[in-house]
């Protein structure tokens, strides 16, 4: 897979705190990660904030990192192309 994000051009530190980065993350996971991958929604993560993304239990982060995505996509496409491969406000 290529890497591609329209939130930054650094891939090598974590996105979140500057650390080194681990892993990727989706910031639209599950039925719409090919869409996460072909709109360049994906950051480099640490494996801690990773975690936190996926099981903190308020969600703050993720819900951050949702909220930065569907802003930066709308610059670039629109905010009713974000709702057609979307669905769902995040701001």
């Known amino acids: 897979m ?13 996105y979140v ?3 080194p980065r681990q892993q990727f993350h989706h910031i639209i996971g ?6 996460s991958e072909k ?5 480099p ?6 975690r936190e993304v996926h099981d ?6 993720n ?10 996509f709308i610059q670039i496409y629109s905010y009713e192309a974000w709702m057609e491969n979307f669905h769902k406000n995040f701001l």
């Open 56 to 61: 903190s239990p308020d969600q703050e982060l």
């Open 39 to 43: 709109y360049g929604l994906i950051i």
């Open 17 to 19: 705190c500057g650390r």
């Open 45 to 50: 993560i640490c494996e801690e904030c990773h």
């Open 2 to 14: 290529e890497i591609k994000s329209i939130i930054t051009d650094n891939f090598d530190s974590c």
């Open 63 to 72: 819900k951050r990192l949702k909220a930065i995505a569907e802003a930066d």
């Open 30 to 35: 599950a039925a719409y990660r090919k869409k």
